[in-house]
């Protein structure tokens, strides 16, 4: 038992010396590394606390099926994604992993960006999963490789930086539900449907359903409901944690997209270093054992110490004000 004591305690101070290392935004590699990666560097900029309004400022340049909106005014720095494929029911299609994947390449380096939502703009569709009309058209040879650019587009939104959250006001199914695991934080409307339905077509989930759905409801429920590719709606979803909010549907059909906004606005207030460095923390935490973990904490930890946003939340304090954080 001591030896064992030892052991684990001299791993976590080579993992603790060599993590100590880290620079802000740096993912953690050599004897740091897990298996998944960490998130890409950004130093974001701060923005204003909650507000009521909810203005755009501009549409980023992409084609209609996914709009790209940076909120304005008091929600600057809340980027919302919204998927517009009316025809297709959102479904995943080559041209819309395409938008995706420039999109978030984008955000990726957009030092003004604090928290993503996902969204539709198609009222009752979240996302229906893989254009299966489109998919029917491919060769076989075709769709291993298009399957995992889908994996690839839902990994990198995994991997973001800044908070993600994913407003389920309707339909979430197979890939539309993996893109909302892919997020931090799910809210969905009491009248919305979500599964991963893949084996009723003889396929599996291909977009990190298998892995991400044990890791946010379990091993045992996440079989059950690959196994029998059942349907949740919302208030299902809650109760077997799936989802975080579970609200009821209002007349425009966005009550999970106003709750998300909500939940974004509390974001915006929090030391923007402090908030990417949590994030990295825990997602790379829970692929570890415990001790490896607390290790990887500390290493997130001593990036904010010498951060100019840490003395300025200590003055804040101090001088009773709000603090004015810039991310450095």
Not at 6 to 16: I, S, Y
Not at 214 to 242: N, T, W, Y
Request: include cysteine.
């Amino acid at each position: 038992m001591a030896a064992a004591g030892a052991l684990q305690t001299g791993r976590a101070r080579l993992l603790a010396a060599c993590c100590t290392r880290l620079a802000v935004g740096w993912r953690l590699s050599g004897p740091c590394a897990v298996r998944r990666p960490g998130p890409a560097a950004w130093l974001p900029t701060a923005a204003g606390g909650p507000a009521l309004r909810r203005n755009y400022s501009s549409e980023g340049k992409t084609e209609d099926e996914l709009r790209v909106r940076h909120l304005e005014e008091e929600n600057r720095g809340i980027v919302v994604l919204g998927i517009n494929r009316a025809y297709g029911k959102n479904s995943l299609s080559k041209s819309l992993i395409k938008m995706l994947s420039k999109a978030v390449d984008a955000l990726k380096s957009d030092k003004k960006v604090r928290t993503i939502i996902i969204r539709s703009e198609v009222p009752g569709i979240f996302c229906a999963g893989a254009d299966l009309k489109e998919r029917a058209k491919m060769h076989s040879s075709e769709v291993g490789p298009f399957v995992s650019k889908i994996r690839a587009v839902i990994n990198d939104i995994a991997n973001l930086p800044v908070p993600t959250i994913a407003a389920i006001d309707g339909l979430a199914l197979g890939g539309g539900l993996e893109l909302a695991l892919a997020c931090d934080i799910r809210v969905a409307a009491s009248s919305a449907k979500m599964g991963l339905v893949e084996t009723k077509l003889a396929i599996i989930p291909g977009g990190g359903g298998t892995q991400r759905l044990p890791r946010a409801i379990g091993m045992s429920l996440a079989k059950e409901l690959i196994f029998s590719a059942r349907v949740l709606d919302g208030e299902e979803a809650k109760a077997m944690g799936l989802i975080s909010h579970v609200l009821e549907q209002n007349q425009e059909g966005d009550a999970a997209y106003r709750k998300a906004l909500d939940l974004a606005r509390e974001f915006l207030p929090q030391g923007p270093v402090a908030m990417r460095v949590a994030k990295l923390a825990i997602n790379q935490g829970m692929e570890v054992d415990l001790v490896t973990g607390l290790a990887i904490e500390e290493a997130c930890y001593a990036q904010t110490i010498s951060t100019k946003d840490r003395l300025e939340g200590l003055l804040a304090f101090k001088e009773k004000r709000p603090p004015r954080y810039k991310g450095e």
